[in-house]
Nanobody, 114 residues
Framework: QVQLVESGGGLVQAGGSLRLSCAASRTSNSIYVMGWYRQAPGKQREWVAS???????AYVDSVKGRFTISRDSAKNTVYLQMNSLKPEDTAVYYC????????WGQGTQVTVSS
């Protein structure tokens, strides 16, 4: 069972930046396409970004040009750099395999104030 630990969330003002990290407990996680997801209060969890083992990235339209996903296979870690944050980005952010996620971690809370 792979454990995923997200970190880096916090409270920021609109226009600010945060960098999220996701550490996986098993090195074999480096063979998977990984993604970031988020769940806002009262809404379903949604996919935000993904990255292949070769570094090909994809983003939901609402974050294109503002968020950047990356991975460091040596550290078994996936990152999400979030710039120009908006109040509508407020959510709990999770990382997991993409497109079929496994068990979820605890996530990291991102709150953007207006």
């Amino acid at each position: 069972q792979v454990q995923l630990v997200e970190s880096g969330g916090g409270l920021v003002q609109a226009g600010g930046s945060l960098r999220l990290s996701c550490a996986a407990s098993r090195t074999s996680n480096s063979i998977y396409v990984m993604g970031w997801y988020r769940q806002a209060p009262g809404k379903q969890r949604e996919w935000v970004a993904s990255i292949t083992t070769g570094g090909i990235t994809a983003y939901v339209d609402s974050v294109k040009g503002r968020f950047t996903i990356s991975r460091d296979s040596a550290k078994n870690t996936v990152y999400l750099q979030m710039n120009s944050l908006k109040p509508e980005d407020t959510a709990v952010y999770y990382c997991n395999k993409f497109p079929v996620p496994g068990s979820w971690g605890q996530g990291t809370q991102v709150t953007v104030s207006s």
